[in-house]
């Protein structure tokens, strides 16, 4: 299957010492001709995550970067095997009735993967800018997360969120190369439904619209326009129970 997503109990991370590879022969002309499509592509320290199987909580990363992670969607290049650290969060919150909803985000549709589609938000890449080495634990992703949520969304996702009840998932994007640890979180106090998640002008360019959807409908939404929404968020959806 091209996504996965499995529980946890507890995140075991591991860093590799040692430089990020080389670009192949071809790396450079491909990634001029992706920045020529996409100007607001630049390169940046990424980790890989080396060899991860299904069911398993241990995460083994090394260095790598983002000019070798997108030039593998390139035809002259091809798989480098580089698969993207990530982190998501899945934002859950009831209204003044008690309706549960989930938080859902669409992306522009300039990005990396999956871009125009609906999917859980707030998330983004893991580098050694965003969570040193040694910082390198569950603590430090979710404080990375609370980083990307003010940034791309503009939620204090600590003032405004709490640990939710189905905890730490991870989740292996073959489509979007990546393995993402998934925090549960859950909206303090009643949402508005009818309202908009988060304020225009909070977001930054990756997410174009944002929404809360109530559980009981999402079944509806994704059987009505299943390419509306990402892979990778159905099968989270489809492991919860959801669809």
Not at 33 to 50: A, M, Q, S, T
Not at 142 to 170: I, N, P, Q, Y
Request: glycine fraction near 10%; charged fraction near 25%.
């Amino acid at each position: 299957m091209d996504v996965v997503a499995w529980p946890i109990s507890g995140l075991e991370l591991a860093h590799e010492q040692g430089d990020a590879p080389a670009l192949p022969p071809a790396g450079e002309a491909a990634w001029r001709e992706l920045c020529d499509h996409n100007p607001r592509l630049f390169d940046g320290p990424i980790y890989r995550v080396i060899a991860q199987r299904e069911g398993d909580a241990r995460l083994r990363v090394a260095l790598d970067s983002y000019q070798r992670l997108a030039i593998q969607d390139h035809p002259s290049v091809g798989d480098l095997g580089v698969r993207l650290l990530g982190v998501k969060a899945v934002i859950t919150g009831e209204d003044a009735a008690g309706r549960a909803h989930v938080l859902i985000a669409r992306r522009h549709p300039q990005t990396r993967s999956y871009g125009g589609m609906w999917e859980v938000a707030p998330g983004g890449s893991v580098g050694p800018r965003d969570v040193s080495p040694a910082a390198l634990s569950e603590p430090g992703l979710l404080a990375h997360l609370a980083r990307e949520a003010e940034e791309e969304l503009g939620v204090d996702l600590v003032r405004s969120t709490a640990h939710g009840e189905r905890g730490l998932w991870l989740l292996k994007d073959e489509a979007a190369r990546s393995v993402d640890v998934v925090f549960h979180r859950a909206w303090r106090g009643a949402i508005d439904p009818r309202g908009a998640a988060c304020r225009r002008e909070d977001r930054d360019w990756e997410y174009v619209d944002t929404a809360w959807l109530a559980l009981a409908d999402l079944p509806a939404f994704v059987s009505r326009s299943p390419e509306a929404i990402s892979p990778a968020t159905v099968a989270i959806f489809g492991r919860w129970s959801w669809l």
